[in-house]
């Protein structure tokens, strides 16, 4: 649980699904604060949520829904089995071992996920997304080993933040060194958070994604930028120190071979460095200064690009869903290539007769 000092006095986020960046996460993360969800986000989570109780009251094929997973996904589930499956999908997959998350990296994959699930697109149940905006705003921790993804996505590790949310798992200690986990349930009740009880599919939607994954990689970024910003400033002032030679630092050297990131490196110490004597005569005390000062701007140039490299994969993974939604139904040509229903089925239409759209871009 984060201290109360570090939880107010701002204004809340709203998410929608869409603007989140990696400062953002760290700032939630890191600093606390409390998040809301915008009201249009919530009338695309229920536009979702019926296509999932009506494709379940209709007995459509959908995986892990109305089907089991893995190699038993061809079989149609019981419908005595349906209540359950979700949390019989949580206990199935909370495998992951090794010490606990840190707090910060917990409170970024919660906000993560729970701004994929603004965008409507898994079908969650309200209750889901309810859950999951409590937790983070109470600066409760769920206990997540941080070992055990598969590779496809973070399963076991995300399993274990379902569980928490259930009542079944565990949450950390305020202050975190040292204690023992708290029982999810009372730590809960404490907090006046009802348990989740997970409708169809709500188990799929809390441990298949990678916003594991994502968290670390946006914390990374944050970290990585502000690394980099000290290393310029440093590197300005061992210039300024060494009395070392600005001449490689010019627009002109750095246009001649224009890395990815070389120019703006170089532009970053010539900011720096602005007003400084070295630009006088008889500034520098050398022609040539050591590799360490004469090659910064390239190599703070390649790691401005890796940088950058990293937000264009970041940027997409923590603003959509996440992960894909299967059935069992045939290919559709174009970006929506799977119906909901089955082979020689008819649209499904809610009760007050509006159609059920297709579910877009689902995985082979």
């Known amino acids: 649980m984060l201290p109360e000092s570090e939880s107010g006095g701002r204004e809340p986020l709203l998410l929608t699904g869409a603007a989140l960046t990696a400062a953002t996460v760290a700032r939630v993360a890191r600093g606390g604060g409390r998040v809301e969800v915008a009201e ?6 229920a536009a979702a949520r019926r296509v999932v109780d009506t494709a379940v009251a209709a007995g ?5 829904v109305t089907s089991g997973l893995g190699d038993r996904a061809g079989e149609a589930l019981p419908a005595e089995v349906l209540a359950d499956f979700s949390l019989m999908t949580l206990r199935g997959r909370a495998t992951a071992v090794g010490p606990p998350l840190p707090a910060d990296v917990v409170r970024a994959l919660m ?25 983070l705003n109470a600066g409760l921790v769920p206990w997540m080993p941080g070992t055990g993804s598969i590779g496809s996505s973070d399963l076991c590790v995300m399993a274990q933040l ?23 349930l009372e730590t809960l009740a404490e907090h006046g958070i009802a348990r989740l009880v997970p409708g169809p599919k709500d188990g799929l939607v809390l441990c298949s994604n990678s916003a594991y994954t994502a968290a670390r990689a946006a914390l990374a970024l944050v970290d990585g930028g502000r690394a980099l910003e000290t290393a310029q400033t440093t590197t300005a002032m061992s210039l300024e120190g060494y009395r070392g030679n600005p001449g490689p630092l010019g627009a002109d050297v750095a246009g001649v071979r224009p890395q990815p990131g070389q120019e703006r490196a170089a532009a970053g110490l010539r900011r720096r460095l602005q007003g400084s004597a070295l630009y006088q005569p008889g ?11 004469r090659c910064a ?16 994969a970041l940027e997409p993974e923590i603003n959509s869903y996440g992960i894909r939604v299967r059935s069992t139904a045939p290919r ?24 059920v759209p297709l579910i877009p871009d689902v995985a082979p």
């Open 283 to 293: 500034g520098p005390r050398r022609l040539q200064d050591p590799l360490s000062l």
């Open 332 to 355: 559709l040509p174009g970006p929506c290539r799977y119906p909901v229903t089955g082979p020689g089925s008819r649209l499904p239409q809610t009760e007050s007769g509006e159609r």
């Open 297 to 312: 701007a390239p190599v703070h140039g390649a790691a401005m690009a890796a940088l950058d490299l990293l937000w264009s």
């Open 60 to 64: 459509m094929p959908l995986y892990g």
């Open 40 to 45: 249009e986000s919530w009338q695309r989570v």
């Open 162 to 184: 379902g569980l928490a949310l259930v009542g079944e798992g565990a949450f950390l200690s305020p202050g975190n060194a040292g204690h023992a986990p708290r029982a999810a």
């Open 111 to 135: 906000l993560i996920r729970l701004n994929s699930l603004c965008l409507g697109h898994g079908g969650a149940s309200r209750g889901l997304v309810e859950s999951l905006r409590d937790v």
